[in-house]
């Protein structure tokens, strides 16, 4: 009986607030209690249809009893009625009941064909056990049950009997229409009491709330239990307690006890272990007793709906679950098992001692990876834990105490060791449950998916702007766009129809993003491919497809995972490296990004392999040249952004991402793999188109050694390079600025830009920019003039030995006074004005193309200006 | 859609190009530069005229001229719903690349009639219904615009071939 309250749901329908207990028994209709009793006990978790008919018969009970009180003559009175119910419920039991009652009572058996005409022949019998012959309690007590009226109940019988045989079929059949169509009747009103006629009133028994030890109300809820089983209502000294129950976590440290009288509830406690009945016992409130029993309504956890694990070792993983137990409160799940079979353990375990062994010891070995479960690896090593049960429809096994079917674990587990809530379960995850299917998706349930994921929805999906659409309830069918959001409640601006204008509100449940083909996405979350950018193709109800612009490949995801962008170019973004970045592997290894996912790097390396690493792996990121120049097999220049062709092999084609050292990156649209990028070398490439139209020919701004020379960007010439041996070693130099001005020393090594002096005064080796030194003539300490062209110091005071250096133009050569941009240019473009060698061959190579220009502009022709200053220097 | 677009330019023009050739040049430059340009909202076709060729000035400093250029170009600016005609560039399992013009399209897989199927193992690979529609390299189709993606020099555009009156010509 105690535990019946407890298995109620107090939040359905039906059985809300059953708070009128059965009333108390008396000692009267001993032989039919103590039965029944037990029967109450065995079915605890009956089947709700059952109980409810069962209220329905005892609420006349409870009718009776507000009306007249509750006094025990009246109480007897309702036992009509209850016996009645309880005898239905006796019905359900008979196997039982009938097993317990064997031996002295072998007379019954016989009896098989009357069930409940015995019961109710016991019934009367009770009455007239009432009227006449009583018992002295305690011999009731002592007696096994029935046994004192054995005879009297063959009388009853024999007279019972007689009486239906003189009924006519007729009257038998409404006697029995009354008895039983009435419960009927009863059963289907129950459905429409209102629920506040089922409330608690004062009338009805009080609750208790009663202090025990903390985490074990259970146990004492089940100590009362059997307290009330070993001192039946019929027994010398019952239990008065009409009902028990716990809260558990949430009011830990409490018992309730429903009883008449608090004295009854003192005394069932009396001398129970961790209950303390003496301290301040709290009488419930009659208003709050609902509340009291309200079930949270839990999250209905449904077969085929997605949850995670809380803990242990499958932490966070995604379960499906298979089953619900009727209770709600375990459920039976699939999960993807994470299996070493016995790999991890086995390593030098031989050697070891195994009393040294602990596990756990290596927190460094992560869990295995989720994989199915494979009876070949299993047998490797763990053959003999390994069992073949033969489930049905599919192959079980049995290994390590658990149980795995079709590759999968299958696991009981309590519902508070589940998350259930926010699942979301990736897309990823779930094609590892899809059944029996190679590719995965096929089988894949995406309505029930996205139901799941419907019930996860966080608001903040939805952001002011976006356009949405209802597809259910009343507004079904609004098209409107977001304006602000609060909590689950979406307020939107409708934009199509007859409300166009207005603002309505609706719940995030009802709504859905409203994309149209063509529109440009970002995947936002919930599935692999966030922060993918595309363009949809096609909408269908809730799932959008999309092309990818990386891969070109098509996404099929929720339209909840999506908004609208405006982002263009490359998605996905780790950290600072984004789809198509170069970076540097290794001194030797460069790579091209061609996928970010959330934790790893795609790379294609220059190698054309690609593999997967991790940003830590990077060594750097290669800041893309935008200027560097290659040649192609025909020496054509290419630059950034140029089209080429490979010649041999597939003639992929592509346009150039990146230029390193040989090595082209290339990046092709209509190429799906690797997003288009392939890796060739520059001499195994032609120039298709360059960018822009930049002619593959001669380039006319390039042409003019003016601009050449004004080191315009792009146009300037590396400084030049000095051949052979340095010819500033050995030299004696002076410092003519900086901290060491003045001071004198040998070069001892020198480099493009610096030298390593080494003073004659301090005995140190310094670096010292070459452009400070000047150099001496060790003896005379005279200033020596260096070659020109080598990067030399000079003396900037000094006069060009000759009229013409480095790199100055021939105009401004012949007339300084023409241009003054560049005309007193001297010292401080002293660095760039060194001529190299290259431009002087391009000239003569292109310079019939110069020389239409230079003579359009009337200067001398070029030829007799150039020619002398094109030797080789 | 084709429009006519009055746009200005500007110009900067080293000193050694001044002299009596100077407008030539500059429309040259002109034509070179814009014509075929995409800005990620339009095609530039063609430089129909100049409007009006600024004078020059002479920037402080550099001593390059700055001429400013009102010039009226014929622009293409695909929308989404437009009808074109274009050519399939390569055809790949996952849908027909295909050039309008300047402009790029994509037709996915989804977009392509389903009766039209992948048929990998002819030369050159091709899309077919296995009677007179056939689309490979060079096919001309008719398609309309999907979608339209702009990027910063370049439109991306996609496309569908999967409507009456739609696909190979």
Known sequence: MSRNMLDHDFGSEEEDDDFNPAPAYDSDNEDARPTHQD??????????????????????????????????????????????????????????????RGGVHNFFEEEAGVDEDEDEAEDEEDEM????????????????????????????????????????????AQLLKERYGR?????????????????????????WGVRCKPGKEREVIFAIQKRIEERPMGSRNPMKIISAFERGGAMSGYVYVEARRQADVMDGLQDMSNVYPRTKMILVPVREMPDLLRVQKSEELLPGGWVRIKRGKYQNDLAQIEEVETNGLAVTVRLVPRLDYGLNEDTGAPFMDPKRKRPGMNPAVARPPQRLFSEAEAKKKHAKYLSATSGLGGKSWSYLGET???????????????????????LEEVTMFARGSEDGTANLDLASLAETLKNSTAEDSYLPGDPVEVFRGEQQGLIGRTTSTRGDIVTLQVTEGDLAGQHIDAPVKSLRKRFREGDHVKVIGGSRYQDELGMVVQVKDDTVTLLSD???????????????????????????????????????????IVKVDRESLRVLDQNGSIRTILPTQVTNKITPRRDAVATDRNGAEIRHGDTVREVYGEQRNGVILHIHRSFLFLHNKAQAENSGITVVRTTNVVTVSAKGGRSTGPDLTKMNPALMSRGAPGGMMGPPKSFGRDRMIGKTVMVRKGPFKGLVGI?????????RVEFHSKNKLMSISKELLVVKDPVTGQTIEMGRGRGGPRVPSAAPPSGWQGGRTPVAAADSSRTPAWGGAS??????????????????????????????????SVEERWIPYLKPL | MFFLKEETKVITLHPSYFGPNVREYLINRLNEEEEGRCTGDHFVICVMDMVDIGEGRVLPSSGQAEYTIKYRAIIWKPFRGETVDAIVTSVKPTGIFTLAGPLSVFIARKNIPSDIKWEPNTVPPQYTDHADQVIEKGTSLRLKILGVKPDVAAINAIGTIKEDYLGPL
Not at chain 1, 197 to 202: D, E, T
Not at chain 1, 418 to 424: A, G, M, R
Request: hydrophobic share 30%.
């Open chain 1, 183 to 207: 419960n009927r009747a009863a059963a289907s009103d129950a459905v429409v009491v209102p629920k506040r006629l089922l409330l608690p009133s004062v009338e009805d028994p009080s609750i």
């Open chain 1, 129 to 172: 056990a009432e009227l006449g012959g009583e018992m002295h309690p305690d011999d009731m007590d002592a007696l096994p049950v029935g046994a004192e009226t054995d005879d009297r109940r063959h009388r009853q019988l024999d007279r019972q009997r007689e009486l239906e045989a003189s009924m006519d079929a007729e009257k038998q």
């Open chain 1, 404 to 426: 795995y079917i079709d590759g999968f674990l299958i696991k009981d587990m309590k519902v508070q060791h589940l998350i259930t809530k926010n699942v979301s379960p990736r």
């Open chain 1, 747 to 755: 070069v001892k090594d020198a480099g493009d830009l610096q030298a």
């Open chain 1, 827 to 860: 010292s401080a473009r002293s660095k760039s004005f060194h001529v190299s060698r290259p431009w002087p061959t391009i000239l003569t190579e292109r310079s019939s193309t110069c020389l239409g220009w230079h003579e359009r502009f009337s200067h001398t």
């Open chain 1, 550 to 592: 990386m891969s070109m490949q098509e996404i099929t995801v929720f339209s909840k995972d999506l908004r609208l962008s405006a982002e263009t170019g490359v998605d996905g973004k780790l950290g600072m490296f984004d789809v198509h970045d170069l970076v540097q592997l290794d001194a030797a290894t460069v790579a091209c």
């Open chain 1, 39 to 100: 029967d109450d006990e065995d079915e605890e978790d009956v089947k709700p249809a059952r109980r409810v008919e069962r209220r329905a018969g005892s609420e006349e009970a409870e009718d009776n009893e507000d009306a007249d009180g509750h006094d025990d003559e009246e109480e007897d009175e309702n036992d009509d009625d209850d016996e009645e119910d309880e005898d239905e419920e006796d019905a359900v039991s008979r196997p039982k009941k009938r097993r317990r």
